[in-house]
């Protein structure tokens, strides 16, 4: 099967542990008659929920709740560079992500599996590094939908919030990230959805809970801007083969596109009428 899309970097290093950890103590989750555990079939979303303009202190805001997975996104600027970082002149302004995990984002769940093991240190340096490399990835998927261009000498700076995380919450950041610029005034090409697919038991399931994603054997995570066709940014881990990949790949764009119609008509309820977007998603395989 051959890609048409353009894909300007394709697979990102990450450290899979770093991006998933376990949430209980049950056995492995099974896909049974073509039903997952939590009764979802495997092309089947949880109810995606979007609201823009939430916090009323910045440039623009966005909440994104997939079922028990909660983020919320905070955009302010553009603003002026400090001094020693404009010594050298840009053309581009430049795009600033902190990703950050509530202490309770994990609340209720099973404390053996979720505790850092070693000292206080060791556990504030893993969280840090994890706040990292989930920070990288958002800027990445932004940075090809921005036009930092119309910012010389500014920085625009996104504060992204995960209250609850129940799994899919590196998509649910960058969807927050995308309606936050938006909402925010801020110029872009197009907004970005992103969406994750798991292989578990040789199943391909779309937007996996945490169980599902800790106990695969691999992952895609893809981000994609819909009416510009690119892929701003696309994550593999663990073990699959082409075919397992092409059919993720697929299953994560039609996902997109799907996703991207929702942010767009968020957006548009939003500021003809102040509703807010709440709908259960299934995802068809073409």
């Given at each position: 099967?051959?890609?048409?899309?353009?894909?300007?970097?394709?697979?990102?290093?990450?450290?899979?542990?770093?991006?998933?950890?376990?949430?209980?103590?049950?056995?492995?989750?099974?896909?049974?008659?073509?039903?997952?555990?939590?009764?979802?079939?495997?092309?089947?979303?949880?109810?995606?929920?979007?609201?823009?303009?939430?916090?009323?202190?910045?440039?623009?805001?966005?909440?994104?709740?997939?079922?028990?997975?909660?983020?919320?996104?905070?955009?302010?600027?553009?603003?002026q560079l400090p001094a020693f970082e404009t010594a050298q002149f840009s053309s581009k302004g430049k795009l600033n992500v902190q990703v950050l995990e509530a202490p309770y984002a994990k609340e209720g769940f099973s404390r053996d599996q979720t505790q850092e093991k070693g000292g206080t240190l060791t556990k504030i340096l893993k969280q840090r590094q994890k706040q990292e490399e989930l920070s990288l990835f958002v800027s990445d998927a932004l940075q090809s939908a921005?036009?930092?261009?119309?910012?010389?000498?500014?920085?625009?700076?996104?504060?992204?919030?995960?209250?609850?995380?129940?799994?899919?919450?590196?998509?649910?950041?960058?969807?927050?990230?995308?309606?936050?610029l938006a909402s925010g005034g801020i110029p872009v090409k197009d907004l970005v959805s992103c969406c994750e697919c798991c292989l578990l038991?040789?199943?391909?399931?779309?937007?996996?809970?945490?169980?599902?994603?800790?106990?695969?054997?691999?992952?895609?995570?893809?981000?994609?801007?819909?009416?510009?066709?690119?892929?701003?940014?696309?994550?593999?881990?663990g073990d699959m083969n082409y075919e397992q990949i092409t059919d993720a790949m697929e299953m994560c764009l039609d996902a997109c596109q799907k996703i991207h119609a929702l942010m767009r008509e968020t957006l548009l309820k939003h500021y003809s009428n102040g509703e807010d977007f709440q709908t259960p998603m299934k995802m068809s395989r073409k």
């Open positions: 099967m051959t890609f048409h899309h353009h894909f300007p970097q394709l697979i990102q290093p990450v450290n899979r542990q770093l991006l998933i950890q376990p949430i209980t103590q049950h056995s492995k989750p099974q896909v049974k008659e073509g039903k997952r555990s939590d009764g979802r079939r495997a092309e089947e979303f949880r109810p995606l929920y979007m609201k823009t303009n939430v916090l009323q202190t910045c440039q623009g805001s966005a909440y994104v709740e997939l079922k028990q997975t909660k983020v919320i996104c905070a955009v302010r600027g553009p603003n921005m036009m930092l261009d119309h910012f010389p000498k500014c920085s625009i700076d996104l504060t992204l919030t995960i209250l609850e995380d129940c799994g899919s919450s590196l998509s649910a950041c960058v969807i927050a990230a995308s309606l936050a038991s040789d199943h391909i399931l779309i937007d996996p809970n945490r169980d599902e994603s800790y106990y695969s054997e691999g992952r895609v995570l893809c981000a994609y801007m819909t009416q510009l066709d690119e892929v701003t940014q696309l994550t593999q881990v």
